[in-house]
T-cell receptor, first 114, second 114 residues
Framework: AQSVTQLDSHVSVSEGTPVLLRCNYS??????LFWYVQHPNKGLQLLLK??????LVKGINGFEAEFKKSETSFHLTKPSAHMSDAAEYFC????????????FGSGTQLTVLP | DADVTQTPRNRITKTGKRIMLECSQT?????MYWYRQDPGLGLRLIYY???????NKGEISDGYSVSRQAQAKFSLSLESAIPNQTALYFC?????????????FGEGSRLTVL
């Protein structure tokens, strides 16, 4: 069994300040973890992925995430928010080899204030 | 042109009507998926197909059916639409050589059932 919890449904930051979007997961096996971004009226786009290699993962547009097994967390961060980062972000946990065992978090809406 | 194309992008229909959502892809991927997105619930898997002769139910397949007409085409049908099927529907593709969970999404089909 697996689950994923995005701890904040909405996050607001000012442009130029750091972004932190929190994700906790539970899994009975070694999971793969992903962050996706969804801009308005667009499909989801992969930001970054963790698949049991380096625990600090760098993605597109300056985002990164750190896999912490002891804390069962995979938080998404960015040092300096840009207006174009305003979007909804989804944390996803998967079990290797099983298309059915792909679980999406409920999403975090990021607002970037000028 | 988008790699994963969904039609229609928006559709309003009435209860009891039959609706088909179509998906075509140019990525050359064998695996295709249909997801449903509801606010606050993330994405949930409706059906998936690993090749033309392979169709599998997902988490919420009741009330839906699919057809894999070719490697590049995967259609979702609602035989008799009901209001609680109002949602945003996404088609996605993946490659077996990539981690399970690394998906490529279309831009979505917004369906409203009155």
């Amino acid at each position: 069994a697996q689950s994923v919890t995005q701890l904040d449904s909405h996050v607001s930051v000012s442009e130029g300040t750091p972004v932190l979007l929190r994700c906790n997961y539970s899994s009975s096996y070694s999971p793969s973890l992903f962050w996706y971004v969804q801009h308005p009226n667009k499909g989801l786009q992969l930001l970054l992925k963790y698949t049991s290699a380096a625990t600090l993962v760098k993605g597109i547009n300056g985002f990164e995430a750190e896999f912490k097994k002891s804390e069962t967390s995979f938080h998404l961060t960015k040092p300096s928010a840009h207006m174009s980062d305003a979007a909804e972000y989804f944390c996803v946990v998967s079990r290797s080899g099983s298309a059915r065992q792909l679980t999406f978090g409920s999403g975090t809406q990021l607002t970037v204030l000028p | 042109d988008a790699d994963v194309t969904q039609t229609p992008r928006n559709r309003i229909t009435k209860t009891g009507k039959r609706i088909m959502l179509e998906c075509s892809q140019t990525k050359g991927h064998d695996r295709m998926y249909w997801y449903r997105q509801d606010p606050g619930l993330g994405l949930r898997l409706i059906y998936y197909s690993f090749d033309v002769k392979d169709i599998n139910k997902g988490e919420i397949s009741d009330g839906y059916s699919v057809s894999r007409q070719a490697q590049a085409k995967f259609s979702l049908s609602l035989e008799s639409a009901i209001p609680n099927q109002t949602a945003l529907y996404f088609c996605a593709t993946s490659d077996p050589g990539l981690p399970t969970g690394e998906l490529f999404f279309g831009e979505g089909s917004r369906l409203t059932v009155l």
